[in-house]
């Protein structure tokens, strides 16, 4: 069974679009996160969940707008989207605050043209 | 911000030899994690090692940490073709982990 899956696996748009990455964890995990890869493999944190309430946002623009509809799912809506996008974005979930495992799903190439 | 210095970036070793990858940070940390990603896929744990231990084992691998010098290494023993991957500490906080630059490491069979 899929611990941390993520929807679509590539994700190929256009500038100016809107769009959707959606996360599901069937560990019964209370904190969610959403992770940007770029070219050079460097991963940031963007937005972390516990038990759907935000505790992290990492001075992200807001054109991206995380929800958390229940503690299994954090799904990543993106507004507006500009060249600087396209990266690799990955959920990842894990038990508790203090952060002892991660937990990450397959990632989201997001190619915008 | 937290982030970890990896070294070397780039590894290329002979398969049965050994890889060592090290991870320099500069504040105080409640535990430091590594993780392995397979190309094209997500990040997987490795282990972790806790701020009050210096050296933690698991199967070929092993990790030393070091508080004073705000540094630590991991260890491949016996590498494997399989290990190829890129590897990455982070660095384990209250409610986040911070993840370093990373080591790709090539083991060739």
């Known amino acids: 069974d899929t611990a941390v899956s993520q929807t679509p696996k590539y994700l190929v748009t256009q500038m100016g679009n809107d769009k959707s990455i959606k996360c599901e964890q069937n560990l019964g995990h209370d904190t969610m996160y959403w992770y940007k890869q770029d070219s050079k493999k460097f991963l940031k944190i963007m937005f972390s969940?516990?038990?759907?309430?935000?505790?992290i946002n990492e001075t992200v623009p807001n054109r991206f707008s995380p929800k958390s509809p229940d503690k299994a799912h954090l799904n990543l809506h993106i507004n507006s989207l500009e060249l600087g996008d396209s990266a690799v974005y990955f959920c990842?979930?894990?038990?508790?605050?203090?952060?002892?495992?991660?937990?990450f799903g397959p990632g989201t190439r997001l190619t915008v043209l | 911000s937290q982030q970890g210095e990896e070294d070397p970036q780039a590894l290329s070793i002979q398969e049965g030899e050994n890889a060592t990858m090290n991870c320099s940070y500069k504040t105080s940390i409640n535990n430091l994690q590594w993780y392995r990603q397979n190309s094209g896929r997500g990040l997987v744990h490795l282990i972790l090692?806790?701020?009050?231990?210096r050296e933690k084992h698991s199967g070929r691998l092993r990790v030393t940490l070091d508080t004073s010098k705000k540094s630590s290494s991991l260890l491949i023993t016996a590498s494997r073709a399989a290990d190829t991957a890129s590897y990455f500490c982070a660095i384990g906080g209250y409610q986040k982990v911070t993840f370093g630059t990373g080591t790709k490491l090539q083991v060739i069979p």
């Open positions: 990842a979930s894990s038990q508790g605050r203090v952060v002892v495992e991660q937990f």
């Open positions: 090692i806790r701020s009050n231990e």
């Open positions: 969940y516990n038990n759907k309430e935000l505790i």
